[in-house]
Nanobody, 114 residues
Framework: VQLQASGGGSVQAGGSLRLSCKAS????????MGWYRQGLGKQRELVAA???????NYADSVDGRFTISSDNVRRMLYLQMNSLKAEDTAVYYCYVRRGGADYWGKGTLVTVSS
């Protein structure tokens, strides 16, 4: 199983980034999946998740600014991040949950400067 996250980078506050996560070796369709992040010196926190049926949920801190989506044909997971804030600076990790197991990507760094 491989999850490869990309799309991180440096952006000024108010800007946008789109993270992508490509999955291989795991049944993607109808799996639960999402994005976590971990800032420097902080605990890993759930940012956004999308269930196998398509339902989504977001952390309060990103609700209304971030949008999670998936493409089952391409086996891609996305996180569109708008109106970025300095506190969004973190390493972002994608995951897929299937059959009682969690699979993780290596993470992609997002740096937001104010």
């Amino acid at each position: 199983v491989q999850l490869q996250a990309s799309g991180g980078g440096s952006v000024q506050a108010g800007g946008s980034l789109r993270l992508s996560c490509k999955a291989s070796g795991v049944i993607f369709r109808f799996s639960d999946m999402g994005w976590y992040r971990q800032g420097l010196g902080k605990q890993r926190e759930l940012v956004a998740a999308i269930g196998g049926g398509g339902s989504t949920n977001y952390a309060d801190s990103v609700d209304g600014r971030f949008t999670i989506s998936s493409d089952n044909v391409r086996r891609m997971l996305y996180l569109q991040m708008n109106s970025l804030k300095a506190e969004d600076t973190a390493v972002y990790y994608c995951y897929v949950r299937r059959g009682g197991a969690d699979y993780w990507g290596k993470g992609t760094l997002v740096t937001v400067s104010s």
